[in-house]
Structure formats: C-alpha cells, structure tokens
C-alpha cells in the first residue's frame, strides 16, 4: 500500500487528528515482550503480559495502513526487540513504507546486529544506559553486562545508526551524581544524551516507593540552559534540547520531562501498537485500546483496518491536563 502524497486532497482527509487537535504522526511498535534483563522501571510499553506475537509479514500490513494515514516514523520497542531473531526482516519490511523506522534497545545485543540493521534500513537507535558503574548497573537492571552495551554504543555509533541517543532515567539518592559522567561518555562516542525522568501514573505519584526514587528534571534543564551553547526544541512533546560543553567537547543534551508537564502531553505525536495487535492510545491511561490483530488475522480489509485506527485516535487523551 503506498502512501498518498502530503498535501493532497486525499492526504488531508487521511490524517489522523485526535480530538485534543493533536496530529498523529508517530507510531511507537512494540515487537515482544521478551527482555534479558529485569530493569525495576520498566513500564514495558503500558502493556499486560502477552506471550502473542505478531508476525513480520503482520506487522508490515499494519505499519503499511498506519503509512497511509500520515504516519512517517516508527520506534521499534519492546520487551528487548533485538531478541527476535527476524528483527532485521521486520526492519527490512517496513523501512520502505516510512521516513524513519528507529529502534529503542538495552544494548546487550547492539553490538552484534548494529550493521544488519543498518543495512536493513534501520536509521538510528536508543539505547539505554543509566550508570557507568558495573555494581549499579546491576542492581537498575536487575543482570547484564555493561561492557557490552557500551560496546554495543560504539558499534552503533560506528554502523552510522545516528544520532545514538543514550537513554538516561535519573533515580534520587542513585544515579544522578553520574549525569556529568554521562555527558562526557557521550560527548566523546558522538551520541546524545536523553535524561529521562522516571515514570508513573496518577496512582504511583501518592506511592512513597516511587516518590523515593523520583527525580524531578526542572533544576537540571534550568541548568543546562544556563551553560547551553545553543537550545533547540524537538517537536515531539516540546522537549528541549541543549548544546553543552563537556570534557573539552560539546555533547547533546535532551531533556524528556513527563510528570505532571501538561506541555509535553499537549505536544505528544505518538500512537502505539503493542506486541499483540492492540493500538493504545497513551502510555499510562487506561482503556481506549483498540485490538487490531484479531480483526486482521479473520479476514478485515484495509479500510477495517483504517476505521480501527481512526477510533483509536479518537480515544486520545492529554495524560496531564
């Protein structure tokens, strides 16, 4: 299925507009559930454990109608998406129907597979990476091998999967004290560093667990801003991107800011498709989700396909208002 042209007749109609006026442009595809290590924050896609998989050739089918519709990028999540073994066929198929497909990976695989990706089509990827310390790694990601994703960073950085942006999750009283060191890591390997702060719904915001490990970001971005070279704004969510000395160089600093940012929910792009079929129209809100896998695998035409994303749209909601 290819794609009407933007700025036709016929592409205005097929965007996709959700009821706050907010454009779906981005969907964000989680290919499994499977992950090799056992990161405490994982939110893994506000998705319930499934063992139900979608095939590569399904997956094209859908990212194919999404395509249609005016979405132009696809993340590729998980799980550990680099646990499939057809990973670089999902990515093969689906590149050409899109302006980006990127990934978004714990690394421990990256190094192996960052130029058959490459190759495939892949453009860029995350990986994420909250410590330079083994001991500490351990203990966030619950196993692994920090060697390895570093490694697997380099190995990106060197296939020319760019920009590689390091996701950081800042944890009070754990890994704060390490930003500097992270920016200097990235600033020396060419990548980005994405600070991220650490995640919850409305429910985990009243849970002393998580108010003990949150790290609010807003004195680090007025920070960054005061040292900043040059500031820039990505599109997705108003996130704020900041040019920074470090360690002799310069190093890219992004900072992602959900909690209780009415900005970044005002400004979010992004539908997602979980592992099993179902479009969801927000990471933490409840309900909404529309199943799409099962309609497909009975027989539904494209056009079924497209009113299935178009009453997901229609469910979309601002998180924080």
């Not at 959700?18 to 090799?36: H, I, N, W």
């Not at 040059?230 to 000395?245: A, D, G, Q, T």
Request: aromatic content about 4%; overall charge neutral.
């Amino acid at each position: 299925m290819s794609s009407p042209q933007l700025g036709s007749e016929s592409a205005q109609k097929s965007i996709l507009v959700d009821p706050s006026g907010r454009r779906v442009k981005s969907l964000r595809l989680s290919v499994t559930q499977r992950c090799d290590l056992a990161c405490f924050h994982c939110h893994r896609e506000g998705q319930r454990p499934v063992s139900t998989e979608m095939t590569p050739a399904e997956i094209e089918r859908l990212v194919s109608v999404s395509a249609s519709l005016g979405i132009s990028k696809v993340k590729i999540t998980g799980g550990e998406p680099l646990i499939r073994k057809d990973i670089a066929e999902i990515v093969r198929r689906i590149s050409p129907l899109l302006k980006e497909v990127s990934l978004t990976t714990n690394g421990t695989r990256l190094g192996e597979l960052a130029e058959n990706l490459k190759d495939a089509g892949l453009a860029r990827v995350n990986v994420s990476l909250h410590t330079l310390d083994p001991q500490r790694y351990e203990r966030l990601c619950g196993s692994g091998d920090l060697e390895r994703v570093t490694r697997g960073i380099e190995s990106a950085v060197a296939a020319g999967l760019n920009p590689v942006k390091v996701n950081m999750v800042v944890f009070r009283n754990e890994n704060e004290c390490e930003i500097a060191d992270l920016m200097e890591f990235c600033a020396e390997r060419k990548a980005v560093l994405q600070l991220i702060e650490y995640e919850g719904d409305r429910v985990d915001c009243c849970n002393e667990e998580f108010a003990r490990r949150y790290y609010p970001l807003t004195e680090i971005e007025s920070s960054l801003a005061r040292s900043a070279i040059s500031i820039s704004v990505n599109e997705l969510h108003r996130r704020r991107r900041f040019l920074v000395p470090a360690n002799g160089s310069r190093v890219e600093v992004e900072v992602v800011r959900p909690m209780h940012n009415t900005e970044f929910c005002s400004h979010c792009t992004r539908l997602r498709l979980t592992s099993n079929g179902t479009l969801k129209p927000c990471l933490l809100e409840l309900g909404g989700e529309v199943d799409v896998l099962s309609p497909m695998r009975e027989g539904a035409s494209d056009d079924a396909l497209v009113d299935l994303f178009r009453q997901a749209v229609k469910n979309r909601t601002p998180y924080w208002r």
